[in-house]
T-cell receptor, first 111, second 110 residues
Framework: KQEVTQIPAALSVPEGENLVLNCSFT??????LQWFRQDPGKGLTSLLL?????REQTSGRLNASLDKSSGRSTLYIAASQPGDSATYLC??????????FGKGTKLSVIP | DVKVTQSSRYLVKRTGEKVFLECVQD?????MFWYRQDPGLGLRLIYF???????EKGDIPEGYSVSREKKERFSLILESASTNQTSMYLC?????????FGQGTRLTVV
């Protein structure tokens, strides 16, 4: 059974820092990996989708990498801002219906 | 812009009530999902549907049922609400490649 782990569970950084969030998964037979952002009391917003054949995807200040063989993905956030404060979740897809989520990393960016 | 709409942001219901949570998507997706999210437990899959009138149990279906009469609408039903069903409920519409979520429904059962 696929397991997805996100460490640390919480992270606090000063504004302007570059940071990396980690996601690891136990079964490398994945179709793709999706990073989400969740603000308190709200739903999940899709940030980046990275296919199993890709090494990375970029959107603005965000860059996601994928190393399928080692079962790892990272989300890099450049020049962090207080508005980046949220919980970030990764989810791996093994098929059309099988999406497995990590429990998330709660990010606080301190002004 | 893709859209998944859940009928309520907040709901307060009494123990024993029958509760309906509605979810509508405008992306013509075949697949729709219902999750609940609790602190420390993450997202847990309740039910999913891969076609109209088709449904499959997820990891925690007990106490819930679903209805999918039309492709765009997927409803979660709490047959007799209990306090342990107080939670955040999230609906997702899925292309088979990418998932899109609604804004969530915070349900409190008193």
């Amino acid at each position: 059974k696929q397991e997805v782990t996100q460490i640390p569970a919480a992270l606090s950084v000063p504004e302007g820092e570059n940071l990396v969030l980690n996601c690891s998964f136990t079964d490398s037979a994945i179709y793709n990996l999706q990073w989400f952002r969740q603000d308190p009391g709200k739903g999940l917003t899709s940030l980046l989708l990275i296919q199993s054949s890709q090494r990375e995807q970029t959107s603005g200040r965000l860059n996601a990498s994928l190393d399928k063989s080692s079962g790892r993905s990272t989300l890099y956030i450049a020049a962090s801002q207080p508005g980046d404060s949220a919980t970030y979740l990764c989810a791996v897809r093994a098929g059309s219906y099988q999406l497995t989520f990590g429990k998330g990393t709660k990010l606080s960016v301190i002004p | 812009d893709v859209k998944v709409t859940q009928s309520s942001r907040y709901l307060v219901k009494r123990t024993g009530e029958k509760v309906f949570l509605e979810c509508v998507q405008d992306m013509d997706h075949e697949n729709m999902f219902w999750y609940r999210q609790d602190p420390g437990l993450g997202l847990r899959l309740i039910y999913f549907s891969y076609d109209v009138k088709m449904k499959e149990k997820g990891d925690i279906p007990e106490g819930y049922s679903v209805s999918r009469e039309k492709k765009e609408r997927f409803s979660l039903i709490l047959e007799s609400a209990s306090t342990n069903q107080t939670s955040m409920y999230l609906c997702a519409s899925d292309s088979g490649t990418e998932a899109f979520f609604g804004q969530g429904t915070r349900l409190t059962v008193v």
